[in-house]
């Protein structure tokens, strides 16, 4: 024990406060950017206001402000659902772990994909390209349309016009295959992403919040290549800096068939 003032602090309370206050730096990483921030102040505003209430000796509304605050544990699961479900999404998920194709076979998709995108980009086809893994997109698989084709940039291309059938929706490839067509992303809901990005990129942002995804966005008005992981956007990628981003994330990786990648894309006009 180490003597601090009148208090002894030991090895065990070190521990325990070095673990809280890493608890509450997460937190804040945690609930940075959304709503959550504002609703926690609006909770603590709450609490402060029946302190001085109760100090006051108004017994009526602290009365009432009290039983609001017996149910805000309750108020506090309902305000930040999404937040909570993110969260256990992440801790139960190890993207370290992760695998997607054998090193040959991840090269040959990027190629074909990096190719699809120069095309895509040059012509304004808006487009949107997902890499995940398999498990935690199989609930879009299912509600697409079954394809069973290889991966080739000139596919990809023509499932993106928008003269055709399958072009609003997703795309899903898996084990070098195209498996399905015609399946949804969910949008971001985080009101730091900028208004000069519309549907297309909230969806891209939306389904890296949620899923551990690399995804690469295609802008119908501009062209302009964006890339997101893990809730963040990076936009003006250059076909060169893509395909190092690509390569870095996938090439170098040793992957597994019981991970997919995914491409996607919102038949909306956005940035």
Known sequence: ???????????????????????????????????????A????????????????????I??????????GVIAVIILFQPEIRKLLYRLGTNTNLDRFFSTSSAYKAIDEVVDAVKELSKNKIGALIVFARTSSLQDLVDAGVNIDADVKSELIVTIFRKETPLHDGAIVIRGNRIVAASCYLPISQNPNISNSFGTRHRAAVGISETNNVFVLVVSEETGRISVARNGA??????????????????????????????????DMNLN
Not at 62 to 71: A, E, F, G, H, K
Not at 233 to 254: N, P
């Open 1 to 39: 024990m180490f003597p601090i003032g009148f208090l002894e602090f030991g090895i065990k309370d070190f521990i325990e406060t070095l673990i809280i206050a890493l608890s509450l730096v997460y937190l804040y990483r945690w609930v940075k950017g959304t709503f959550a921030i504002q609703a």
């Open 41 to 60: 102040i609006g909770i603590l505003f709450v609490i402060i206001i029946n302190v001085i209430i109760g100090i006051l000796g108004f017994n009526t």
């Open 62 to 71: 602290n009365t009432i402000l009290s039983q609001i605050l017996d149910v």
């Open 233 to 266: 956007l990076t936009s003006g990628l250059t076909i060169q800096k893509l395909r190092a981003e690509m390569e870095d994330t996938f090439g170098t990786q040793h992957f597994d068939e019981d991970v997919a990648f995914t491409s996607a894309q919102t």
